[in-house]
């Protein structure tokens, strides 16, 4: 409860310092709006559907590429985990590309899939897939090498042994990358849909900003926000505390 | 086996017959014969499990060539408890490790009722000495996986879950996770997941290295009993001389680095057998002498060449 409390009191006291510095109109109100109008725009975005087919919008286009993302991420750092020539020669090149920021994948993206979807889910994918391999091949490593040998012991072999053994067995060492995968696929999302006319929630963001409406930009930030905010909070912290029951870990807080 | 147990320290010679464990009567009471598979009497020149010759070698990481195992022969009965035990670095764990399939020897075969095996099969199981149960799955989902992954059917796999539980005393366990059960317990699973893929073979890495006296004491009489209920063939590795023979038909010793089959010791004792028992302690005695020169000759390796790098590859740190 005490936990509580101090959430309450650290976000009034930081409302309220938002509120008076509106309210002192330092700025004029079109550059620095009050919360009661980020209120507004967020309630009327949401009553014309805006803002509901935006995140629709958004949420399909990050979920597929994520999904892709996860789905080449394991099967390439399980190779690059299991295979020594691999380890190598991919391993490094993947660590160094991990220092370019995804939205440099943009041009590339454009010139090969034109201006839609599919070149903004590529910017998706390439933003995650590596944190995605990553993260599967340090959990290969670091998952008891036991528990590949008992599972081939008991017969599991090829795709069961990934499938029923190996995955869930590494799967305590990757939720973390599994989790930053996420984080990145969001962004590079967010990143990609405010470059072109994409009816995601980018695209709501820069319309903000071309009707001058500070409002409805900082309305759209929150959502931004929450949203990543709730997926992490709920499906990944949902996840660690599920493999932690399971596996009898004590929570690393 | 010898039923009549409590009589004087009988005869135990090495059954010319394919040795057929004896079946307690009781066994009704851990479910429908049909369960538990027979083991098929083979001819009596077949062993159940054939080493010939097994040589293995590998490259440590500085480079240099190491011989593990060299020239192992050893033929194991169907039916027969083999207790192999051995100075830590003989390789005796590895060489579970290469019946089981997991690994491959560098020369000399491995034939499982003659015919030569081809990585692992469920016909031989190996329990480790850290159980190696899946945390994710639940004790009746580990117990279940091995048929899973045979393709065993689904009514099946359930009937057999519970008898393989209660042949463990774990039946009340079916639903809990891995991390809920005491080492003992685990163990057990282990045992009990072994079994359900029916294996002829049951290969044991120090299976109660890290239990505590009592729990191991308990697991002593509850493996033999599963043993003579069972009919299976055991391959028990174990640093333990007194469990060996507490357990063990023979006794195999294998010398330090590189391992060799230093010498076999039949257990002429009659069952069942204590480790407490002064008879056990004599015929252990024995073999301690034979081992304590293995163990010196390991120690000194270790304190002139500082350490040395592991030579068993199949066991993990």
């Not at chain 1, 994948?105 to 899939?113: G, K, Q, R, S, V």
């Not at chain 2, 639940?138 to 009937?159: L, Y």
């Not at chain 2, 049951?202 to 509850?222: G, N």
Request: hydrophobic share 45%; proline share 6%.
């Amino acid at each position: 409860m005490k936990r509580a409390a101090r959430y309450i009191i650290f976000y009034a006291a930081l409302f309220g310092l938002w509120t008076l510095l509106a309210e002192l109109k330092i700025w004029p109100p079109y550059l620095f709006p009050t919360p009661w109008g980020v209120g507004e725009s967020l309630y009327a975005g949401f009553a014309d559907h805006s803002y509901w087919i935006a995140i629709r919008v958004s949420m399909e286009r990050v979920l597929i590429g994520y999904a892709i993302s996860v789905a080449l991420g394991m099967i390439l750092g399980l190779g690059v985990a299991s295979n020594k020539f691999l380890e190598e020669t991919m391993g490094g090149l993947l660590v160094s590309l991990q220092s370019l920021p995804s939205i440099c994948w943009w041009p590339l993206a454009l010139l090969w899939f034109g201006l839609n979807q599919n070149a903004i889910l590529f910017v998706v994918i390439m933003g995650s897939l590596l944190s995605v391999t990553l993260a599967m091949e340090d959990g290969r490593k670091q998952m008891p090498k036991i528990f590949g040998q008992a599972g081939r012991n008991l017969g599991a072999k090829g795709f069961k042994l990934f499938w029923y053994v190996l995955l869930p067995a590494s799967l305590p060492f990757i939720v973390s990358g599994l989790k930053q995968g996420w984080a990145f696929a969001w962004r590079s999302l967010i990143t990609a849909e405010m470059l072109y006319l994409s009816l995601g929630l980018g695209q709501v963001l820069m319309m903000g900003r071309d009707l001058n409406d500070m409002s409805a930009v900082i309305a759209v930030m929150i959502l931004i926000i929450a949203i990543g905010y709730i997926v992490d909070g709920v499906v990944f912290k949902g996840m660690e505390r599920h493999l932690q029951n399971r596996w009898g870990l004590t929570p690393a807080s | 086996m010898s039923t009549s147990a409590h009589n004087v320290p009988a005869q135990f010679p090495i059954p010319v017959e394919p040795v057929m464990p004896a079946r307690p009567g009781n066994r009704s009471k851990f479910g429908p014969v049909s369960v538990g598979r027979q083991v098929r009497p083979i001819s009596p020149e077949v062993p159940k499990v054939g080493l010939s010759e097994i040589s293995l070698s590998y490259r440590t990481q500085s480079g240099e060539r190491l011989l593990a195992l060299d020239n192992i022969n050893l033929q194991v009965r169907a039916g027969e408890f083999v207790c192999i035990v051995g100075p830590s670095g003989c390789g005796k764990s590895t060489l579970l490790h290469l019946i089981a399939g997991l690994h491959s020897q560098t020369s000399g075969q491995i034939l499982v009722d003659g015919n030569p095996i081809q990585g692992p099969g469920t016909d031989r199981i190996l329990i480790f000495q850290e159980h190696g149960l899946f945390p994710w799955l639940t004790v009746g989902q580990n117990v279940e996986f091995g048929m899973k992954m045979k393709g065993v059917p689904k009514a099946e796999r359930e009937e057999k879950i519970r008898y393989y539980l209660r042949l463990v005393h774990l039946a009340k366990f079916e639903k809990s996770y891995i991390h809920q059960l005491s080492g003992g317990m685990r163990q057990r699973v282990a045992i009990a997941r072994a079994l359900a893929t029916e294996p002829d073979v049951l290969l044991m890495d120090e299976p109660f290295a890290a239990l505590d006296a009592q729990t191991r004491d308990l697991l002593h009489d509850e493996l033999e009993r599963i043993w003579s209920e069972t009919g299976r063939t055991i391959i028990f590795v174990t640093h333990n001389v007194r469990e060996a023979i507490r357990l063990g038909d023979r006794v195999v010793l294998l010398t330090f680095r590189p391992g060799r089959v230093k010498n076999e010791f039949p257990v002429e004792l009659p069952r069942p057998r204590h480790l407490e028992d002064p008879n056990v302690a004599r015929a252990a005695r024995e073999i301690l002498d034979e081992l304590r020169e293995e163990i010196n000759r390991s120690l000194e390796a270790e304190y002139s060449a500082g350490v040395k790098p592991r030579i068993e590859p199949g066991v993990e740190a």
